[in-house]
Every structure is written in C-alpha cells, then in structure tokens.
C-alpha cells in the first residue's frame, strides 16, 4: 500500500553504513534527505548508492529528496560591530564594498 505520508530522514556521517540505513527503512523511512549544504558531490554519491543498495536489501521504494544549497546574502562588517535600523529609516544595500554604518551596508 503507498502510504500519503512520509517518514523523512537526513543522510549524513552519522548514517554513512549501509546497516544503519537498512535499519531506518525497517523502521519506516521512506524519504532520505541529502543537505547538499554540507558535505560534497562525491560524499553524498557514495551515500546515495549506499541507500539504494539498503532499499534493494529491504524491497522497499525509498525517494530522495536532494537539499540543494540556495542563494546567500551576507552583510560585510559594520564600523561599530551592528547597528540598529529604525522602522521606516532609509538604509541602502549595495554591492560597493563599504563599511558597514546606519545608512549603508554592502
């Protein structure tokens, strides 16, 4: 029976054994998560093959669900550490390499 709900696990060091996966599909996952985030390509293939040699094993469907790293926005440093904006202040972001003030930041 194909269930509507799914039992969602993050794959990562501590789930690198074949065993150990084998042992959370017996247990009910049925989506492995790969936080591409961390770690590289090579790491999570050698995790992915793991995990569909443990599906085999168990004669279970497992889908991958693959977290791919999304845009960032990082702010630069700040003349005196952080600042607190006011609500309706004008403040700029700007890709100019600044320091960081109450009116400006890149």
Known sequence: MI???KIVCTMGPS?????????????GMNVARFN?????????????NMLRAAAAAAKKPVA???????????????????VTIEQGQKFILTSRDVE???EICS
């Open 3 to 5: 269930k509507k709900t």
């Open 15 to 27: 789930t690198g054994k074949q065993e150990i996966m084998e042992k959370l599909i017996d247990a």
């Open 36 to 48: 591409f985030s961390h770690g590289d390509h090579a790491e999570h293939s050698v995790r992915i």
């Open 64 to 82: 991958l669900l693959l977290d791919t790293k999304g845009p960032e926005m990082r702010l630069g440093n700040f003349v005196e550490g952080k």
């Open 100 to 102: 960081g003030t109450k």
